[in-house]
């Protein structure tokens, strides 16, 4: 699992991703999990707030 860096919460290039995962609560962060150990590629964003 890539570890993001500090950056990533302000960056604006584009990324690709086999899943995109809108919203880092419990459904989000366990769906990123589960996703991560499948060896699935995804990217988790979520509002500041
Ligand atoms: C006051 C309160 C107390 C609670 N106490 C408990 C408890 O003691 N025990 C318990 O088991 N459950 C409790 N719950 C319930 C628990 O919080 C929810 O069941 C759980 O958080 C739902 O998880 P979720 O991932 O579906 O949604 P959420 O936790 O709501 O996560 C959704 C995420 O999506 C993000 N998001 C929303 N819209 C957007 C957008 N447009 N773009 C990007 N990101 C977005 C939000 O910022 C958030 O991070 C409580 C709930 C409340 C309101």
Do not use: C, Y
């Not at 699992?1 to 991703?17: E, I, K, L, Y």
């Amino acid at each position: 699992m890539t570890v993001p860096d500090q950056q990533s919460a302000t960056r604006t290039d584009p990324v690709q991703t086999e899943v995109l995962i809108i919203g880092s609560g419990p459904a989000g962060a366990s769906a990123a999990l589960f996703l991560s150990t499948l060896g699935v590629d995804n990217v988790m964003v979520t509002k500041h707030r």
